[in-house]
Nanobody, 124 residues
Framework: QVQVVESGGGLVQAGGSLRLSCAASGLTFRRAAMGWFRQAPGKERELVAAISGSGRSTFLTDSVKGRFTISRTDAKNTIYLQMDSLRPEDTSLYYC?????????????????WGQGTQVTVSS
């Protein structure tokens, strides 16, 4: 049984930092592409960052470039999202997801397994 577990969310002031972690277990292959999505109330779910199975390729949405970094642990389906210079508009429920591909995946339909989400709240 596949499990995707996120951790690291919380409340932070604008300009602060948080680091999200996500561990996926029970997968049939070790180097799945993974990603972080977020969804705020009343808004559509959006891809924030994605990383290939090898970790050599990454994607960041424009609004977080220069502030967020996605990385993964070698040989494990564990990824991280380092979030710096946080803004109130980053407030959202952040979801980790696991793709059926090994290359960077940008569409939600490319992801088969999802975590329950971790809340990030940035106060002004």
């Amino acid at each position: 049984q596949v499990q995707v577990v996120e951790s690291g969310g919380g409340l932070v002031q604008a300009g602060g930092s948080l680091r999200l972690s996500c561990a996926a277990s029970g997968l049939t292959f070790r180097r799945a592409a993974m990603g972080w999505f977020r969804q705020a109330p009343g808004k559509e779910r959006e891809l924030v960052a994605a990383i290939s199975g090898s970790g050599r390729s990454t994607f960041l949405t424009d609004s977080v470039k220069g502030r967020f970094t996605i990385s993964r642990t070698d040989a494990k389906n564990t990824i991280y999202l380092q979030m710096d210079s946080l803004r109130p508009e980053d407030t959202s429920l952040y979801y980790c997801a696991v793709s059926h591909t090994i290359e960077v995946a940008r569409a939600a339909s490319d992801y088969d397994y999802w975590g329950q989400g971790t809340q990030v709240t940035v106060s002004s």
